[in-house]
């Protein structure tokens, strides 16, 4: 079965950290460039980060210094560490992997201030 499934999500208070994983079946993952996206409520979803095959990093402005992509390819696994979390990070995060344009389920981070 093809899918992506996230996790690591829940509840944090501003300041904290949470790690997203995000792992892969069905596709051959080292190929894949990855990305985390997010949404928040009422909002369109927002790029956050992609890793290319290579293990090169982007990130949206908003986030850069504060998360970090990663990914384990023995793993099929791309991770998400958010670190220094405010309010305003809150949303349903989602991990899309390019070459099959697929998207996982999502997983809620909440922010409390």
């Known amino acids: 079965q093809v899918q992506l499934v996230e996790s690591g999500g829940g509840l944090v208070q501003a300041g904290g950290s949470v790690r997203l994983s995000c792992v892969a079946s069905g596709l051959i993952f080292s190929m894949n460039v990855l990305h985390w996206v997010r949404q928040a409520p009422g909002k369109q979803r927002q790029w956050v980060a992609d890793i290319d095959m290579f293990g090169k990093a982007t990130y949206a402005d908003s986030v850069k210094g504060r998360f970090t992509i990663s990914r384990d390819n023995t793993k099929n696994t791309v991770y998400l560490q958010m670190n220094n979390l405010n309010p305003e990070d809150t949303a349903v995060y989602y991990c899309?992997?390019?070459?099959?344009?697929?998207w996982g389920q999502g997983t809620q981070v909440t922010v409390s201030s």
């Open positions: 899309h992997a390019s070459l099959k344009d697929l």
